[in-house]
């Protein structure tokens, strides 16, 4: 039971170039999230996911795309990458709506944008 | 969702509780509060939350005062592993969870 995984775990990009990140979750896990965390500051969510078939902004989506793929799987994709976009990723899972906000993470991507 | 001040530091000793403060004083009859911890470079990881009631896992327990405006999460007997950032979150959207910067906790031994 690996819980959360995310990959890669380390990436570099330049200016303009696009990528996605990928998450997957074996828990069975309704609800999928990606968050953002800059240096020194608390999460910030990106995206959710409340169900299979559903995705919803958070407080800062532009810059990116979500795909829900299935029950399993969220990535996040970065279509022209920015400086600005330096940050480490988080994605987390809960069961959904009944359980209420407990969410797990996983260990996060750090990309930086040169 | 309410907004939440928390200490922006704290020490402990090593082998004693942290009382770790959280305020929210416009908190609403719905809303729910969350404490999440990180350490450093990883992921979150939830430790619990509570309505109204004090609650207890194997983690830590919950107090949230009768009016409910604030609320200690206390670690019973700290180790060097708890060295965190702790986020105390209030919140009564099912999905949403606003992280503020925290408290970093640093246990000393």
């Known amino acids: 039971n690996a819980g959360v995984t995310q990959t890669p775990k380390f990436q570099v990009l330049k200016t303009g170039q696009s990528m996605t990140l990928q998450c997957a979750q074996d828990?069975?896990?309704?609800?999928m999230y990606w968050y953002r965390q800059d240096p020194g500051m608390g999460l910030r969510l990106i995206y959710y996911s409340a169900s299979e078939g559903t995705t919803d902004k958070g407080e800062v989506p532009n810059g990116y795309n979500v795909s829900r793929l299935n029950k399993r799987e969220f990535s996040l994709r970065l279509e022209s990458a920015a400086p600005s976009q330096t940050s480490v990723y988080f994605c987390?899972?809960?069961?959904?709506?009944?359980?209420?906000?407990?969410?797990?993470f996983g260990a996060g991507t750090r990309l930086s944008v040169l | 969702d309410a907004k939440t001040t928390q200490p922006t530091s704290m020490d402990c000793a090593e082998g004693r509780a942290a009382n770790l403060p959280c305020n929210h004083s416009t908190i609403s009859g719905n809303e729910y509060v969350y404490w999440y911890r990180q350490i450093h470079s990883q992921g979150p990881q939830y430790i619990i939350h509570g309505l109204k009631n004090n609650e207890t896992n194997e983690m830590a327990s919950l107090i949230i005062t009768e009016d409910r405006k604030s609320s200690t999460l206390i670690l019973p007997h700290a180790t060097l592993r708890d060295t965190a950032v702790y986020y105390c979150i209030v919140s009564s959207n099912d999905y949403k969870l606003s992280f503020g910067a925290g408290t970093t906790v640093t246990v000393r031994a």
């Open positions: 987390a899972s809960s069961v959904g709506r009944l359980a209420k906000n407990i969410q797990y």
């Open positions: 828990m069975n896990h309704n609800s």
